[in-house]
């Protein structure tokens, strides 16, 4: 968005031969084989918050192509005001549940949380747990709101 095509470095072009294919390599290299490789369950901390980082990365382009790319919203009033035309019905909201346990799928996670943590008590999870979810909660509500008002 802020370069023209041309400006660019070679590496980082659009074309096939260009920027693409170091790049595919580069993240297959950096991200996916780390990621599906775990040398030891302890590991999963380290993977959560990596996962966690790229969702919250996800989450702040949302938020920022929404306030700063004019071609996607060129009007932020006009996307509000289209957005309160929203029709809620019973059957959009069953549509939304398989979304909503989807979300919610950590559980098999939580005894090794719970195995990893140095303070092992019922006070400690529930804060661990209940700080996690909100956060997810927080990050699933700017996606849905900013990424349906980019949309409308």
């Not at 071609?71 to 035309?85: D, F, G, I, Y």
Request: glycine share 8%; net charge positive.
């Amino acid at each position: 968005m802020l370069f023209k095509e041309e400006q660019l470095p070679y590496i980082l072009r659009k074309g096939k031969w260009e920027g693409q294919i170091l790049w595919a390599v580069a993240y297959t290299i950096l991200v996916l084989i780390p990621l599906s490789i775990p040398r030891k369950v302890g590991a999963l901390r380290f993977n959560s918050m990596f996962g966690v980082c790229c969702s919250f990365y996800l989450v702040m382009c949302i938020v920022f192509m929404f306030f700063l790319d004019k071609n996607l919203v060129p009007n932020m009033e006009t996307a509000w005001n289209e957005s309160r035309k929203i029709h809620i019905s019973g059957q959009g909201l069953l549509n939304g549940v398989p979304f909503v346990i989807f979300a919610f799928m950590y559980q098999p996670n939580i005894p090794i949380i719970y195995r990893e943590l140095t303070d092992k008590s019922y006070s400690k999870m529930n804060k661990v747990v209940t700080s996690g979810s909100g956060f997810v909660v927080v990050m699933y509500i700017l996606v849905s709101t900013f990424g349906y008002l980019g949309l409308v």
